[in-house]
């Protein structure tokens, strides 16, 4: 028997981190090795705990899930990151794609998607929401070439993501902190 696949769930709402625990905990395959708000607090559990996954919300409090991520790949950390978030648009799986996301699932999904979403992160493959896989097409979660926003700065990417999904001005300031 193998021994089950340590997680850490990074969740700026109280009430989503709470489901998502209680969701996780009845699958005797998944042990939740622990819990983050922010991106700071993420950084400290990571060191401590050394998961296999991470489950990482894109939009938190103190910063984007995406730069996270970027710096797990870029120090080969061996924890597989699978993004749970709100954001269905194809820029932002692409984004998430290129700096080293494994899998990228809707809150909107049906659990058994989420699971299933896992599995495939936990065999080293790759994950993409089928809605959003079926809008952008094969092999699109990586292509840079022909892509208008292969340009865009981190930042620009940033700003350009939180206004498509709806962001007011004063909302935008908010989350990036200006």
Do not use: W
């Not at 028997?1 to 990074?10: E, F, Q, W």
């Not at 969701?23 to 622990?34: I, N, P, S």
């Not at 894109?58 to 924890?79: M, P, V, Y």
């Not at 620009?156 to 990036?176: P, Y």
Request: hydrophobic share 45%; glycine share 6%; charged share 30%.
């Amino acid at each position: 028997m193998t021994s089950a696949t340590r997680i850490v769930l990074v969740e700026d709402h109280l009430i989503v981190r709470e489901a998502m625990v209680s969701l996780l905990g009845v699958r005797t395959d998944l042990q939740v090795a622990g819990v983050a708000a922010s991106i700071r607090e993420t950084k400290l559990l990571l060191e401590r705990t050394k998961p296999d996954m991470l489950i990482l919300d894109l939009s938190l409090e103190d910063g984007n899930g995406i730069e996270l991520a970027r710096e797990l790949s870029r120090c080969h950390s061996r924890t597989r990151v699978l993004v749970l978030t709100g954001f269905a648009d194809g820029f932002a799986v692409k984004e998430a794609m290129a700096a080293g996301v494994a899998g990228y699932v809707l809150k909107e999904q049906p659990v058994a998607d989420l699971f299933a979403a896992i599995e495939s992160v936990r065999q080293g493959r790759r994950y993409v929401a089928p809605a959003i896989a079926a809008r952008i097409g094969p092999d699109r979660t990586s292509d840079k070439k022909d892509d208008p926003f292969a340009t865009l700065s981190r930042r620009e990417s940033e700003v350009f993501r939180f206004i498509v999904s709806g962001c007011s001005s004063k909302e935008l300031a908010r989350r990036l902190f200006i």
